[in-house]
């Protein structure tokens, strides 16, 4: 874990920094290497690049901490078309027992979670609405992991909403101490997991701080979730790990079509495109919309790199 990112994290978290950098034409820049889009219209190409490549996709329209009930409900109306036009351009075509080529990611505070009283009940109702119009599309639909004050409600929404869309896919962090319990219960038949390291600022009494404890976490995780017989969703870029589970797949005799390997749009993509040509179902994360600050500022965080870049932009040198 980069040892600058909860200071990163939480320096993005003032209004003031937020303004500053939204309102740069080098934001607009940086923006752009890890969102390709703002509207449904400038996702379809890409969309339509990613698949022709041999990858899958999994769309995610940019949103989160949403306490407007109004907001909440137009992000279910985005959603709806979403489906419906990936569906229209032939995109989501399933096939029995392999992976579905398109899904879409919702994060439950978009949905309403944060909304104050029944804040989880209207996110379930709401996710309930998108995994109707998915299952009719033949999409599938993961819910992404947010800060850990929200991990109960969101495996509650998930587990009450399986039974009905038993495809439903869920998101684990491993940096979280409590995630390896998780894994074991989400291990069962047709589980659908995404094991990623965790983006979010978390303090030592829940998550572990070191780098080498959330990878021996990530091992430890997707051990578990190999040894299962659910579906495992590596999403990671961290070589060491990327073999790891190539590793445990032939230990555990598990088929190609048993597991996917999930990268985020704009990440190591000749990587992506290796692991695609050498049959793996390999899954690109595409965010797309403007509510990019708090997506954006998670990407810079997780890499010095990015971030060197974007400040010496900033000041121009
Ligand atoms: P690590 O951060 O160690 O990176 C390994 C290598 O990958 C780096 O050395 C670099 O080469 C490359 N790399 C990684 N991040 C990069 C970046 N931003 N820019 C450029 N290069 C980069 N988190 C969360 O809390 N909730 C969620 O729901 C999700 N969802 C999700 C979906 C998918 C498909 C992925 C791949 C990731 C997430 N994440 C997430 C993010 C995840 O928790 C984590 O922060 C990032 O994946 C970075 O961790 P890595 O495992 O890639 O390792």
């Not at 027992?97 to 879409?104: K, L, N, T, Y």
């Not at 572990?208 to 990671?236: F, H, I, K, W």
Request: charged share 25%; glycine share 8%; hydrophobic share 45%.
């Amino acid at each position: 874990m980069n040892p600058l990112r909860p200071a990163i994290l939480a320096a993005a978290a003032s209004p003031r920094m937020k303004r500053v950098l939204t309102g740069t034409k080098v934001t607009a820049d940086i923006v752009r290497r890890f969102v390709p889009g703002e509207s449904r219209a400038e996702l379809a190409p890409v969309v339509r690049a990613l698949l022709d490549s041999g990858r899958l996709i999994s769309v995610d329209y940019l949103g989160e901490n949403t306490t407007d009930r109004a907001r909440a409900e137009a992000t279910v109306a985005e959603y709806l078309s979403l489906i419906n036009e990936l569906a229209a351009a032939d995109m989501a075509v399933g096939s029995d027992g392999a992976a579905v080529p398109v899904e879409v990611s919702v994060k439950l505070s978009a949905l309403g979670q944060a909304l104050p009283g029944d804040g989880p009940a209207i996110a379930t109702d709401n996710l309930r609405v998108v995994c109707t119009k998915a299952a009719e599309a033949g999409v599938w639909v993961t819910v992404d992991a947010e800060d850990h004050t929200t991990t109960d409600a969101t495996l509650a929404t998930v587990r009450e909403l399986r039974p009905e869309f038993p495809w439903l896919g869920a998101v684990l962090q491993s940096y979280l101490h409590r995630t390896l319990d998780d894994c074991a219960e989400f291990a069962g038949p047709g589980s659908r997991i995404r094991l990623c390291k965790g983006a979010y600022r978390e303090p030592a009494t829940v998550a572990y701080q070191r780098n080498v404890e959330v990878t021996d976490s990530y091992l430890r995780c997707l051990e578990t979730l190999m040894r299962g017989t659910g579906y495992p969703m590596v999403a990671t870029h961290d070589p060491a790990l990327v073999l790891a589970a190539e590793r445990m797949v032939a230990e555990t005799g598990r088929g190609t079509g048993t597991f996917e390997h999930q990268m985020l749009y704009g990440v190591r993509d000749a990587e992506q495109l290796r692991l695609a040509a050498a049959g793996h179902a390999m899954r690109v994360y595409v965010p797309y919309g403007d509510d990019w600050y708090g997506y954006l500022t998670r990407r810079l965080a997780e890499r010095p790199a990015n971030l060197r870049f974007f400040l010496r932009a900033l000041v121009g040198r």
